[in-house]
């Protein structure tokens, strides 16, 4: 149980153009779902912490017109990186926590590999 | 203010080997949890174990045990007897109450990058 998958795990894309990132909690809802950035040899960098139906909330520094993220449903969350840059490629990572309960564990997903030329 | 040390950056070690990796974290807060995260190569993170700051008997699952002292802020991880799938880099996560209505957030330790050499 618990498995969370991302689509793509890899996408190479031009300067200027938006990228499309999905987080699916394929067995259990989502009611939270979180977004980090990580950079190589780096820890997680949390980006924005999304609930099901409302507003995500982002980090200082994580420009919200940049990274448009959406969750729509209780298993599906969406990051857009708007007009890539090459500065914005990165390894982004999603999580999900279920349930009620807010000391529920993270489940991350596998990641999405992301090169901006 | 919440934080989690992971001293050890790099471990290297020879399979079979025992090694240990240290967590210590910081937090004023008397209910809290931690975790212990892996990444393999691969990226994807996989979930090791939760604590709870109420529990501090130490677990064991199969070659992996955990460590959880209060009195040092520590909640160490052991595996034994290592093995070469078992490079990685171990994440240790402290999860405290929220606050000014955010979520519950994890706060991560640097990773320590583990290699197990045949």
């Known amino acids: 149980g618990a498995v969370v998958s991302q689509h793509p795990s890899r996408v190479i894309c031009k300067s200027g153009t938006s990228v499309k990132i999905e987080c699916r909690s394929l067995d259990f809802q989502a009611t939270t779902m979180f977004w980090y950035r990580q950079f190589p040899k780096k820890s997680l960098m949390l980006m924005a912490t999304?609930?099901?139906?409302?507003?995500?909330?982002?980090e200082q520094g994580v420009e919200k017109d940049k990274f448009l993220i959406n969750h729509a449903s209780l298993t599906l969350s969406t990051l857009t990186v708007t007009s890539a840059h090459p500065e914005d490629s990165s390894f982004y990572i999603c999580?999900?926590?279920?349930?009620?309960?807010?000391?529920?564990?993270?489940?991350f997903g596998p990641g999405t590999r992301l090169t901006v030329l | 203010a919440q934080k989690v040390t992971q001293a050890q950056t790099e471990i290297s070690v020879v399979e079979k080997e025992d090694v240990t990796l240290d967590c210590v974290y910081e937090?004023?807060?008397?209910?809290?949890?931690l975790f212990w995260y892996k990444q393999p190569p691969s990226g994807e993170l996989v979930f090791l174990i939760r604590r709870n700051s109420f529990d501090e008997q130490n677990e064991i699952s199969g070659r992996y045990s955990w460590n959880f002292q209060k009195s040092t802020s520590s909640f160490n991880f052991t595996i034994t007897a290592s093995q070469v799938v078992d490079s990685a880099v171990y994440f240790c996560a402290l999860s405290v109450p929220p606050n000014a209505g955010n979520n519950r957030k994890l706060i991560w330790g640097l990773g320590t990058s583990l290699a197990v050499n045949p």
């Open positions: 999304s609930n099901e139906g409302s507003k995500a909330t982002y």
């Open positions: 999580s999900a926590r279920g349930g009620l309960g807010v000391w529920d564990t993270q489940y």
């Open positions: 937090t004023r807060d008397t209910t809290y949890y």
